[in-house]
């Protein structure tokens, strides 16, 4: 493939500079969520069985965290007006981009995969297969989270002390699994990229975001939800402390600040107040502002 063909199909590229053959420096602009970054990496080209088969590699460092790349992409003749485009992927990341979740990371690589083969079909379209009947299918094998969703896996959650036996996609989060699935919906979800906090739930007796976690990984593991911290009618301490300390105002964040809150409890009984503060620095609150959960989180703290 040409340089200009390539810089023409690889979606947000500004600027595309051979280096040695086959390799280019590349520097794109890409949109994860609201956030538009700018990448700077290695483009390199390796072709496997010129014209039919090529590897795309794709190396990049930024501030904001590193990928490496590789698909392999076939063009296999199926008739005499009719080709198929295959591709296999995988891709590692690391920095800040990893944390912004499988979900939110999946979703921009399998937007980017579409306008590449997308803006690719157009281009072998116009070109090798002028005035052919273009009929191309793309088959999207891409070997990443996104392409599993249509598997499925038997789990068992230990969820409020009761055992739960259900079938969940490999991509299902847990946040999605407990409000849509088995209707806990006491778990909010504020962001789905691990920056709030509301949909914080105890595993194995730690506070974790759900939305970070995929159910499968949750297997076999017990899970307290909001909805399993009052007995028999009676508030959990924790409970208590946000009713009495007027700590909410819509409650939205109220679940996972409570979760995250009794983790901070087990393991400090007499936390100080910038403990407190430390340990909810992961759960944002949009409209009560921070000095009365620190009282609620003192009060439970008296009561436990
Ligand atoms: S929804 Fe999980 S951290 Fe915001
Ligand atoms: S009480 Fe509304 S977001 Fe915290």
């Known amino acids: 493939m040409d340089p200009i063909t390539l810089a023409k199909i690889t979606p947000g590229i500004s600027r595309l500079e051979i280096i040695e053959d086959d390799v280019y420096d590349a520097i794109a602009e890409v949109k994860i969520g609201p956030v538009k970054g700018s990448f700077k990496g290695k ?10 088969a090529f590897s795309l590699v794709v ?17 296999d003749t199926v008739s005499a007006y009719e080709s198929a485009i295959s591709f296999d992927g995988k891709a590692n990341m690391s920095g800040v981009l990893a944390s912004k979740g499988a979900r939110v990371m999946s979703g921009v690589a399998s937007s980017l995969t579409k306008q590449f083969f997308t803006a690719l079909r157009k281009e072998i379209s116009e070109t090798e297969f002028e005035n052919t009947t273009s009929n191309l299918e793309i088959k999207n094998t891409i070997n990443q ?15 409020n002390g009761k055992k739960h036996n259900i079938t969940v996609e490999s991509r299902a989060l847990l946040s999605n699994v407990l409000r849509e699935q088995l209707r806990l919906t006491g778990t909010h979800i504020g962001c789905d990229t691990s ?19 995929l159910a499968v990984q949750a297997d076999g593991l017990a899970v307290t939800t909001v909805e399993g911290l ?10 208590e402390g946000f009713k009495e300390e ?18 901070l409890l087990n393991r400090n009984s007499n936390p100080t107040e910038s403990e407190i503060r430390e ?26």
């Open 195 to 213: 920056s709030c906090g509301a949909c914080t739930v105890l595993i194995d007796g730690k506070a974790i975001k759900s939305c970070t976690l």
């Open 43 to 52: 483009l390199s080209l390796i072709d496997k069985v010129k014209p039919e």
């Open 279 to 304: 340990a909810l620095e992961g759960n944002f609150c949009r409209c009560t502002g921070y000095h009365n959960i620190v009282r609620a989180v003192q009060h439970a703290a008296e009561k436990m």
């Open 230 to 239: 009052s007995e028999n009618g009676t508030m959990h301490p924790i409970q």
């Open 246 to 263: 007027h700590g909410l105002q819509c409650g939205f964040c109220t679940p996972g600040m409570m979760m995250t809150s009794i983790d």
């Open 59 to 75: 190396d990049q460092k930024s501030k904001i965290g590193n990928v490496d790349a590789k698909v392999d992409i076939r063009l």
């Open 145 to 159: 989270s996104s392409n599993k969703s249509t598997m499925s896996h038997d789990i068992e959650l230990l969820i």
